[in-house]
């Protein structure tokens, strides 16, 4: 009974998208702070590598006491989803971070030229799997004892300033928006905080044609600055460590030198 509540008491998290990138350096900045991560992913050799990369990141006093595992798990599908979350509550005790994280996009493209099966892939990613991950995590948190726990989703800037040939993109992560303010006002009587942060340009894979030029809202290509992915790591690991009294609704981390303030 002891060593269960004291499991129970350990801060532990789960990041979605945690093969690379952004969903990569969150398990980092987390574990360095001491949380427990369950990392999912589609790619199993990608979350093994994530969790060698974390690893080798920690204090020595820190490697015994943190602990990471990686569930492969595609979020669109609800069996996986729902498997994903029995494996977190069962090996860390309980769930008080959900970072709600992976996502895709596809090639820009005209609206009349967008086919309905691109269009689905990414609804079923960005908005489907976040809907599915968000739900899983708010059913732990309400039943879990003590109560309640913080889920952080990852929007983006183009929810604002959407850049041209992104439909499908710009209406998931709207949609996104919607998600998190719906949660802040369904679950905070259950000690249940939703915040969203909003990306602009993060040094990962997926934006590695912006280093390239992308075209812009006039016609015309230029190469956009990016930021450094701790960064980014590092805003999610403060709103993770806030106490569930207080919440951070919405946050936009970008470079400064972006074309977002007058874009267009």
């Not at 079923?124 to 952080?152: H, S, W, Y």
């Not at 998190?180 to 905080?193: A, F, G, W």
Request: glycine share 8%.
């Amino acid at each position: 009974m002891e060593v269960a509540k004291t499991a129970a008491l350990a801060k532990t998290a789960l990041v979605t998208g945690a093969g690379s990138g952004i969903g990569r350096g969150v398990v980092i900045a987390l574990a360095k702070a001491g949380f427990n991560v369950v990392l999912a992913g589609r790619r199993e050799a990608k979350l093994r590598e994530t969790v060698e990369i974390a690893e080798q990141t920690l204090e020595p006093a820190q490697v015994q006491n943190v602990k990471l595992i990686a569930q492969p798990t595609d979020v669109s599908r609800e069996d996986q989803v729902t498997q994903l979350f029995a494996v977190a509550t069962r090996e860390l005790g309980r769930l008080d971070l959900l970072f709600n994280n992976a996502g895709i996009n596809i090639p820009a493209s005209p609206i009349e030229d967008l086919q309905l099966a691109d269009w689905q892939s990414v609804v079923d990613v960005n908005l489907t799997g976040m809907f599915l991950c968000l739900r899983e995590a708010v059913r732990t948190m309400k039943t879990q004892d003590p109560q309640g726990g913080r889920i952080i989703n990852n929007g983006s800037i183009a929810a604002y300033v959407p850049r041209p040939g992104s439909l499908a993109y710009t209406a998931t992560k709207h949609a996104v928006t919607g998600l998190t303010k719906q949660t802040n006002l369904d679950c905070r009587e259950y000690s249940i905080c939703c915040g969203q942060i909003d990306i602009g340009n993060a040094d990962t894979p997926l934006v590695a044609k912006i280093k390239e030029g992308v075209v812009q809202a006039d016609g015309t290509t230029i190469v956009e600055p990016t930021i450094d992915v701790a960064d980014v790591a590092d805003a999610v690991a403060y709103m993770a460590r806030l106490p569930l009294s207080t919440n951070v609704p919405f946050v936009t981390v970008m470079s400064n030198q972006m074309r977002y303030f007058g874009r267009g």
